[in-house]
């Protein structure tokens, strides 16, 4: 019986050949320092980091799921700091650890409710008081196909915007309401749209929120 909101097998398998591509948007990091501890939640393959170690950024993590997602990402960038989360969504590292926490293209891979909640609920526990959690994410889509999908799944998966792909993945799109309710326990700084290929290169509407840990360091 396959964890739904883990998949691992799919993710190692996929792992030396997906392609992410939800972009990061600048000037809502403009603010933060460059020694800040930032930690990529569902870092797979390691783009995102390498993208902050490029403008500088020196206190990078990332964990994931997937043994084989860990593995090009330690090549891709060898002085990182990386893990593989063994019981997830429990990070090995201490609380009030990370200054920023970015979960890029998680949540669709983690299609149920309550795993959602926990898995929220841990980037809370790693962030300091006022750290910022950066959410980039796929929304419902208004298309026929994804229409057709959710409703031929709803009854498997347990909800509506849940689906299977082509290649044997199970993923969830968003209501706006959901997120919003799921981050509830965090301050909102500020939301934006986007469109943004699928790592199967379907373009979709995603959203990008980011909000803040109550608190001050």
């Known amino acids: 019986m396959r964890d739904l909101d883990s998949q691992v097998p799919y993710w190692d398998a996929a792992s030396a050949t997906k392609t992410f591509t939800h972009p990061l948007h600048l000037p809502w990091l403009e603010g933060v320092d460059k020694h800040a501890a930032v930690l990529d ?58 200054d920023v926490v970015l979960l890029f293209a998680v949540l669709t891979c983690v299609p149920g409710d309550d795993a959602q909640r926990r898995l929220v609920a841990e980037v809370g526990r790693l962030l300091k008081p006022g750290g910022i959690l950066y959410v980039s994410d796929l929304l419902l889509q208004g298309d026929e196909r994804n229409r057709r999908r959710y409703d031929h799944c709803a009854g498997s998966f347990g909800g509506y915007g849940v689906f299977e792909t082509s290649d044997g993945a199970v993923c969830r799109h968003h209501s706006r309401e959901w997120l919003s309710t799921l981050l509830s326990a965090f301050e909102s700084v500020a939301d934006r749209t986007i469109t943004v290929a699928t790592m199967n290169g379907h373009e979709s509407t995603g959203i990008q929120i980011l909000v803040r840990k109550p608190g001050t360091a």
Not at 45 to 67: F, I, K, M, N, Q
Not at 87 to 92: G, I, K, N
């Open 41 to 98: 939640y569902g870092c797979g393959y390691g783009r995102t980091l390498e993208d902050l170690g490029r403008r500088g950024h020196d206190r990078l993590a990332g964990v994931d799921t997937s043994p084989g997602m860990i593995e090009r990402a330690r090549v891709l960038l060898p002085g990182t700091q990386f893990a593989v989360l063994e019981a997830p969504p429990r990070v090995p590292w201490p609380d009030a650890g990370f």
